[in-house]
């Protein structure tokens, strides 16, 4: 019974999940649908729960503490992900995941009939695992996003410095350099620099807000230099040459790091798989040699 049950428990449950987000489009107002004007395209298994995420976010945004609403939406920014959830709607994506587990761990249970205590806590650790998966991917989602900026930062600061020299004024300067730039954080964190300064913003304010979404001390670096040239009067030019400087200097350390890292990563794969093979391709010959010498009648 048992066997059955499952299945149909898990499609009422599919059922629900595709219905209520139909049945809570009607609730949309006006505003809220402006409000989806600014926002990127979410995945598609996302993308059919907008109506749900934005209605149990909107309940449960007015109690969601000040700390932890910061601490979130500083790991969205630096994900570059601000434009994609908010705060809240990451808490209802990381509550719905935890449904999902518990559903797909009793699908396990009832249909395996698992009686086995060991099979039971690891299909009972879905749950946990569940819940922690989205914050695993936004963490991960921020590693890449960090190294992509670290690789493409330098040569950014390269094309800057080449339009300061030219005349340029740092706005136009930074225009320029975004412009040689293909799609990546770095053009994208830039394009929303420019956006605050023409829409009224100081350039020392736009730079600290985009350190803070950024999140990376080259960056951090970089905006206190400005900041610093700007207030001293010194020469922005020979500030942000050096910065360059500096920064190819960082990737090239890098670069060597990693490169004297290789050898051992490539230890493991190495002892549990080359050597293996190589052992069983030199010693197969010598083992049949023995065999037909007769060296194991005398075990």
Request: one cysteine or more.
């Amino acid at each position: 019974m048992d066997a059955y049950l499952a299945p149909v428990l898990i499609a009422l449950a599919c059922v629900l999940v595709l219905a209520v987000p139909f049945a809570l489009r009607k609730v949309a107002t006006e505003p809220a649908e402006r409000d989806l004007a600014w926002r990127d395209r979410l995945p598609p298994a996302l993308r059919a729960m907008r109506p749900l995420l934005r209605w149990y976010a909107s309940a449960i945004d007015e109690g969601l503490a000040s700390t932890k609403r910061e601490i979130i939406q500083a790991q969205l920014n630096a994900a570059g992900a601000s434009y994609l959830l908010t705060p809240a709607e990451f808490i209802v994506v990381r509550r719905v995941a935890v449904v999902i587990g518990v559903l797909v761990a009793l699908y396990v249970m009832l249909v395996a009939r698992l009686e086995d205590p060991l099979y039971l806590s690891l299909t009972g650790s879905l749950v946990p695992f569940a819940y922690l998966y989205p914050s695993i991917c936004l963490r991960d989602a921020v590693k890449r996003r960090h190294a992509r900026f670290e690789k493409e930062f330098p040569f950014f600061l390269d094309v800057l410095v080449l339009g300061m020299k030219a005349g340029l004024t740092f706005s136009s300067a930074v225009e320029q350099s975004i412009d040689q730039l293909r799609e990546g954080p770095v053009r994208e964190e830039f394009s929303r620099y420019l956006r605050e300064v023409r829409t009224g913003a100081t350039r020392r304010a736009a730079l600290d807000r985009l350190a803070e979404r950024v999140m990376l001390p080259a960056v951090t670096n970089f905006v206190a230099s400005v900041s610093q040239a700007e207030e001293t009067g010194g020469s922005l030019g020979e500030v942000l040459a050096d910065q360059a400087r500096q920064r190819r200097q960082e990737r090239f350390v890098r670069a060597e790091k990693l490169a004297n890292q290789a050898p051992v990563k490539m230890l493991f794969p190495l002892i549990a798989l080359l050597f293996p093979i190589t052992f069983i391709i030199i010693g197969f010959p010598i083992v049949i040699q023995l065999i037909d010498a007769g060296a194991f009648d005398l075990f």
